[in-house]
């Protein structure tokens, strides 16, 4: 008889779930799925490693585990700590990480220019959702930020370091699906920056997928940039015989013209496939490809609806006024979207 595969069962934010022994806090919430599930700004589940730089899926562990209920003393990094059996986590539901969570927002955007109505990643840009959902205001940052010029990384990939937010996802991307490291991150702390080496060219094959997994508008298209808004195209989903990948891609139409191909995303933002360039770059004709259908988007993404998520708080935080408290930004703003 086949043994009984062993399950620890985790409770988020009052929702139990079974999982496998090592899963992340990150990735039971994933299978759980909904607004319970922790933003990740850096964790990228297709690539080795990443996680534990952005701390935006800060959550809080009330009970450790069933053999030691003793909560953890800090709030943890979700993608980084594995499930214990009985342990509790609590995200939306404790008002500390949704403050610690807005701390960390206000940290990312120190250097990060507000300037989403001129930025190409405006309508699928990270930063620019948790900012809505998180962000104060009003900056406390009295000194200047730090700037770059644009760097052509080859000539299909810009790359804008005043918009990047060091989280390692294209280095990872470089790392382990091209055969050649000349990027990374160059410096310490505040002097950090994603350099390729005397700006070398990253000519290699699979390189436009670091403009996929970036977050936010550091890496972007060059064949797409500034040629229109994200949400006046239309994706479809379609897929070519290709011999470097899987073909299986989005396109972006604006009318008849393909403006850009990208992979297709899941309902974390993570591509499905990694495509390579020609997939990306050199085809884009309607004629290169088999329409599959329009790609589904979520009806609150501001590509298919033109307006922000309309965040709906669980029952637990509308019945607790602590909680309320907590979340009253996000609160009035469902309100008012109502
Ligand atoms: S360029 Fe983008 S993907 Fe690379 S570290 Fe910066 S934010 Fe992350
Ligand atoms: S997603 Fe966990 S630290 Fe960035």
Redesign the pocket.
């Known amino acids: 008889m086949a043994e009984e595969e062993v399950k620890f069962r985790v409770t988020i934010d009052g929702i139990p779930v079974d999982v496998a022994p090592g899963t992340s806090i990150l990735n039971a919430a994933r299978q759980i799925g909904g607004d319970i599930v922790p933003p990740a700004m850096?964790y990228y589940s297709k690539l080795e490693g990443s996680g534990g730089k952005c701390r935006t899926c800060l959550v809080k562990v009330s009970k450790g585990s069933e053999k030691d209920p003793r909560p953890m003393p800090k709030l943890v990094a979700s993608c980084r700590t594995t499930v214990m059996d009985g342990m509790e986590v609590q995200n939306i539901t404790s008002p500390e990480v949704v403050d610690a969570r807005k701390g960390v927002v206000e940290f990312l955007l120190i250097n990060h220019p507000l300037d989403c109505p001129v930025c190409d990643q405006a309508g699928e840009c990270k930063l620019q959702d948790l900012g809505y959902e998180h962000g104060a205001e009003q900056t406390r940052y009295e000194f200047g930020r730090r700037t770059f010029e644009r760097i052509d990384i080859g000539d299909k990939i810009q790359?804008h370091?005043n918009?990047?937010?060091?989280?390692?996802?294209?280095?990872y991307v470089a790392n382990q699906l091209t055969n050649k490291r000349e990027h990374g991150?160059l410096h310490r702390g505040d002097h950090s920056e994603?350099s390729t080496y005397i700006e070398e060219a990253l000519d290699n094959d699979f390189i436009g997928n670091?403009i996929d997994?970036?977050?936010?508008g550091?890496?972007t298209d060059k064949t797409f940039r500034f040629k229109n808004r994200v949400w006046f195209t239309k994706p479809v989903d379609a897929h070519r015989d290709c011999p470097s990948c899987s073909g299986k891609v989005t396109l972006w139409y604006k009318g008849a013209d393909v403006l850009r191909v990208t992979g297709r995303k899941d309902e974390f933002g993570e591509v499905e496939d990694f495509i390579c360039n020609t997939c990306r770059f050199d085809t884009k004709q309607t004629s290169d490809w088999i329409l599959e259908e329009p790609t589904q988007v979520d009806k609150e993404s501001v590509i298919n609806s033109n307006h922000y998520y309309n965040f709906s708080p669980p029952p637990v935080i509308k019945e607790n006024p602590v909680l309320q408290e907590a979340n009253a930004e996000q609160l009035a703003r469902t309100e008012k979207l109502k």
């Open positions: 850096c790359l370091m918009r990047c937010i060091l989280c390692y996802r294209c280095v991150i994603i670091v997994v970036c977050p936010v550091a890496l």
